[in-house]
């Protein structure tokens, strides 16, 4: 099976901040995941990556919060997006200024 895209999208969030969702879906899975998925889902406030979740090759599933990397136990698509925009909303409650 050939890659193929699932979703590529830009959401607002605010006037100053955007979360962007991409997922492929994959024949096999990358090094460093046991899943057939490759993903990014960031989130950008005043033009700053604040938070993103990804499979980088080699590192597995992770995500990237208030400049650490931490790893991430990936389940399903439906509960990665969800964990993201949990954390979206757990990074507007503590900043407001987004």
């Known amino acids: 099976m050939k890659a193929r895209e699932l979703f590529n999208r830009r959401v607002p969030v605010s006037e100053q901040a955007f979360a962007e969702l991409v997922l492929w879906e994959l024949s096999d899975p990358i090094a460093g995941s046991k899943h057939c998925y ?30 650490k990397e931490v790893k991430y136990r990936f389940v399903s698509v439906d509960k990665l997006v969800a964990d993201f925009f949990e954390d979206v909303k757990r990074w507007r409650d503590e900043n407001s200024n987004d």
């Open 38 to 67: 490759k993903y990014r889902l960031a989130f950008v406030a005043e033009g700053e990556c604040v938070l993103r979740y990804d499979n980088e090759t080699g590192k597995g599933d992770h995500k990237h919060v208030s400049g």
